[in-house]
């Protein structure tokens, strides 16, 4: 008697632990937004769905272009889906409707290090129409866009790593803008300590990304290119991170936090460190583009007193800036490839990404919006930086595809390590060189 | 309990009646169709990643998968223990003596740990009998992930139980407004984890627009910019309070309603025996309490063993839990096989706690 009943209460509670494992390996994605209950079904419309970010104004701007596309367009639908700001998470989502080969997005927003990931689930744009337009958009985010022959994705915008600056206290306390790392540090520090003095304590000298993520990999990959540091991994798959410039400069940055920088900085992402910014408490600011027009906005205690620069220069006597950006491409698995990729070019339109760069100012992939007067009068900074965003320095998804993301990966984690104090710099990277050849095979 | 099992009477199981059988027989019965669903639900997905943990194969990709036998596991798992020789000064000869603190000064891990066929990497240095030893492990983020989630299952739940404990017994006392007090104990633990997780995000924010920053700041304790996310020793720490915050209730839920299968009796013969309250609560209330909180404990653990969002949404890739480094070596880096892999280890792990729970506390024993 006992024994049976043991033996089936020890079946149940297997039974039970089975079921959490199930739960486990089916785990639904936590992030999945809820699909909007179909309406207006009755005229057969087509829907399109745009998976899109929400960084800023960039949904709003996104829905604002549905709008004029669907008003022109009396047959289709397009509906925009709201994705996490984390780049990692928003790739997570999206791995999970091209494993499914679902049709329920049509075309992506997808960042400029994976089209050369995800290219096997995306339709080449050349056969739709994309090849005459092509030409107008950089030619470098292109020529990344561009695999196999197949192009995957139409540049949307662009961005490059800037330096915020606070031109009110610049004056203030009579300084210069930055141009190297060691002026940054002296300002920043003056500044910080004055404006303490004077009685806000919740004023700090720079803030940048230094969570754990793919944007911790942009601020290193500046830092370390900036010091004549390399690209970690050239475009020849060399590996090419253990070097002293790197070491270098990571021990620098790893100095800022706690003493130009919030000890927190090494949990902010691009919105942690633009709330500390807008809300006036800080000094400098590494961001995207477009944190400029909501810098500028009647709501944030910057607005008029602050302008953009380069980043600043370690050892090669130059800032770098990575090379960021966003690019619209259509899901292999779509119901209706043709309208999906007029959609897309649509969205990618010289009018559109015109109509984003004066109310969102995100920086246009098309060369002549940089000339075009109305972009140039609401973000004036398109033009004296030009040579920034033109020239930014490209993270080695290319070369280390389909592993860019390990790669990233480790080291991001890697440098994390060395801003908290876990590790050294020269230890550290030593062990990313061995870590990277493990992963890559170079 | 375990001892009320030897004193029944061996008797009763050679002359089971015909009716206890067909009863038993009955039961079987009556269980075939919850054990075809859960066949059908639990067992062939579990099966799959079995079976996907023995190959390489890559998530969202048409690559080719191919059967690589144990070598997921061994990739995941292997470790290696390495003495570290003291470093040697290359002019003199001896051992080389750091100049601003006095000690030795060892060979660095990363020389002495084995590359082939794995590569192991640095996890913790210690010394032992006046050794200094290296532990390496093929995949130290795995191995941290098992400890962090290990480390918070014992303290969350060890937290949630005392407190379920405290706040069943105040709720299961007369008192007005119980009702609505047990009510609302339960907002936190209805509250979806995603969301609640946000929550304490703003309020461990890194400055003073965090409730916890301010507060500190103005009873004098810390300068306002205590990173609890993103500092190591900080992280665990907040994990845990996230927990308990959120499951305590649920705790004190199940504890209550052990409580109040408790006969009154009990408590009025203990008065007139002269027992106090605490004799009351050690001799009366616990031991019968006992089942209540061995369900509730299993339930617990199992659960906290399988974190996944608190730690998602606000460590993300700096601290990992095991279901969370699960997610992130499937989605990730989409190494499905090596996540498959990883899913039986989490599997195996809740399996140990599971069964020494039953040993433990006798959960499966017959109250009859």
Same mark, same amino acid.
């Given at each position: 008697m006992f024994k049976n009943k043991k033996l089936l209460a020890m079946f149940t509670v297997f039974m039970m632990l089975f079921t959490l494992l199930a739960g486990c390996a089916a785990e639904a994605p936590a992030d999945v937004p809820e699909e909007e209950p179909a309406v207006e079904e009755t005229e057969e419309k087509v829907v399109i769905t745009i998976a899109a970010g929400a960084v800023g104004q960039e949904l709003e701007l996104t829905k604002e272009a549905a709008a004029i596309y669907n008003e022109a367009n009396e047959g289709v639908e397009v509906r925009v889906l709201d994705t996490p700001d984390l780049a990692q998470d928003r790739l997570g989502l999206y791995l999970q409707f091209f494993e499914a080969r679902s049709a329920e997005v049509d075309v992506y927003q997808i960042d400029v290090i994976w089209p050369g990931d995800l290219a096997e689930h995306f339709v080449d744009l050349n056969q739709y129409g994309a090849a005459s337009v092509v030409n107008d958009h950089f030619p470098a985010i292109v020529e990344n866009n561009t695999v196999d022959g197949k192009l995957v994705a139409i540049p949307w915008f662009t961005d490059a790593g800037l330096l915020y600056y606070r031109t009110d206290l610049l004056e203030k306390y009579d300084r210069q803008p930055p141009t190297t790392w060691d002026e940054l540090e002296e300002t920043a520090k003056i500044i910080q300590d004055g404006e303490r003095v004077e009685g806000n304590q919740d004023f700090v000298g720079y803030v940048w990304q230094g969570n754990s993520y793919e944007g911790l990999t942009c601020n290193?990959?500046?830092?370390?290119?900036?010091?004549?540091?390399?690209?970690?991994?050239?475009?020849?798959?060399?590996?090419?991170?253990?070097?002293?410039?790197?070491?270098?400069?990571?021990?620098?940055?790893?100095?800022?936090?706690?003493?130009?920088?919030?000890?927190?900085?090494?949990?902010?992402?691009?919105?942690?460190?633009? #709330?500390?910014?807008? !809300?006036?408490? %800080? +000094?400098?600011?590494?961001? /995207?583009?477009? &944190?400029? =027009?909501?810098?500028? @906005?009647?709501?944030?205690?910057?607005?008029?007193?602050?302008?953009?620069?380069?980043?600043? #220069?370690?050892?090669? !006597?130059?800032? %770098? +800036?990575?090379?960021?950006? /966003?690019?619209? &491409?259509? =899901?292999?698995?779509? @119901?209706?490839?043709?309208?999906?990729?007029?959609?897309?070019?649509?969205?990618?339109?010289?009018?559109?990404?015109?109509?984003?760069?004066?109310?969102?100012?995100?920086?246009?992939?098309?060369?002549?919006?940089?000339?075009?007067?109305?972009?140039?009068?609401?973000?004036?900074?398109?033009?004296?930086?030009?040579?920034?965003?033109?020239?930014?320095?490209?993270?080695?998804?290319?070369?280390?595809?389909?592993?860019?993301?390990?790669?990233?990966?480790?080291?991001?984690?890697?440098?994390?390590?060395?801003?908290?104090?876990?590790?050294?710099?020269?230890?550290?990277?030593?062990e990313l060189e061995l870590d990277l050849e493990d992963l890559t095979g170079f | 309990m375990i001892e009320t099992k030897k004193k029944a009477p061996l008797v009763s199981r050679s002359k089971r009646s015909d009716l206890a059988k067909r009863e038993e027989s009955l039961a079987y019965k009556l269980l075939i169709p919850t054990i075809i669903i859960l066949l059908l639900i639990a067992i062939y997905p579990l099966g799959q990643v079995f079976v996907t943990s023995f190959t390489d194969r890559q998530f969202a990709s048409g690559q080719e998968t191919s059967f690589v036998g144990f070598e997921n596991y061994r990739r995941l798992l292997s470790i290696t223990i390495k003495e570290l020789p003291p470093a040697l000064d290359e002019e003199t000869g001896d051992v080389k003596i750091d100049s601003d603190t006095g000690k030795v000064v060892y060979e660095r891990p990363i020389q002495i740990l084995p590359r082939e066929p794995y590569r192991y990497r640095e996890y913790k240095q210690f010394n032992f009998l006046g050794n200094r030893y290296v532990l390496g492990a093929t995949d130290p983020d795995f191995i941290d992930a098992i400890r962090n989630t290990v480390t918070f299952t014992v303290i969350s739940v060890f937290l949630e139980l005392a407190l379920g404990l405290g706040i069943a017994l105040v709720v299961n006392s007369h008192f007005k407004g119980r009702g609505a007090i047990r009510a609302s104990m339960l907002i936190p633990w209805a509250?979806?984890?995603?969301?609640?997780?946000?929550?304490?995000?703003?309020?461990?924010?890194?400055?003073?627009?965090?409730?916890?920053?301010?507060?500190?700041?103005?009873?004098?304790?810390?300068?306002?910019?205590?990173?609890?996310?993103?500092?190591?020793?900080?992280?665990?720490?907040?994990m845990v309070a996230v927990d308990v915050w959120k499951t305590t209730p649920f705790m004190a839920l199940l504890l209550l309603a052990g409580l109040q299968t408790i006969p009154n009796e009990l408590y009025e013969a203990g008065d007139i025996d002269g027992a106090g309250k605490i004799r009351q609560f050690i001799t009366i209330t616990l031991p019968l309490l006992k089942p209540a909180m061995a369900v509730a404990l299993v339930f617990r653990t199992l659960d906290a063993l399988r974190v996944f969002d608190v730690f998602q949404v606000l460590l993300g890739q700096s601290k990992y839990s095991m279901a969370s480094y699960n997610y992130f070596q499937l989605i990730g880096n989409r190494n499905m096989g090596l996540a498959s892999a990883i899913g039986v280890v989490i599997f195996l792990i809740i399996f140990v706690f599971a069964i020494s729970y039953i040993k433990m506390l006798g959960v499966d024993s017959d109250e009859a």
């Open positions: 290193a990959l500046e830092w370390i290119a900036s010091n004549d540091g390399g690209t970690i991994i050239s475009p020849d798959q060399e590996i090419t991170i253990n070097n002293q410039n790197a070491v270098e400069i990571i021990e620098k940055a790893a100095g800022w936090i706690g003493t130009i920088s919030p000890r927190g900085v090494t949990g902010m992402a691009e919105e942690d460190a633009r #709330a500390i910014w807008q !809300g006036g408490n %800080a +000094a400098f600011m590494r961001n /995207w583009p477009y &944190a400029y =027009s909501l810098s500028n @906005e009647d709501d944030s205690a910057v607005k008029g007193v602050f302008d953009v620069s380069a980043l600043p #220069a370690g050892n090669s !006597g130059a800032g %770098a +800036a990575t090379l960021g950006g /966003w690019q619209l &491409a259509v =899901s292999k698995y779509s @119901e209706n490839p043709e309208i999906a990729a007029d959609v897309a070019l649509f969205m990618a339109s010289y009018e559109m990404q015109k109509m984003r760069a004066i109310k969102g100012s995100f920086n246009p992939t098309i060369k002549a919006l940089y000339e075009d007067p109305e972009v140039l009068e609401a973000s004036p900074f398109f033009g004296s930086l030009y040579d920034v965003f033109i020239n930014a320095v490209a993270r080695p998804s290319t070369a280390t595809a389909p592993n860019y993301n390990s790669v990233s990966t480790a080291f991001f984690r890697s440098v994390h390590g060395v801003l908290t104090g876990d590790s050294g710099a020269a230890d550290a990277l030593e | 509250v979806i984890t995603v969301v609640s997780a946000r929550m304490w995000e703003w309020m461990l924010a890194s400055n003073r627009v965090g409730f916890f920053n301010t507060l500190l700041y103005y009873l004098g304790l810390g300068d306002g910019q205590i990173a609890f996310l993103a500092s190591s020793n900080l992280q665990l720490a907040a």
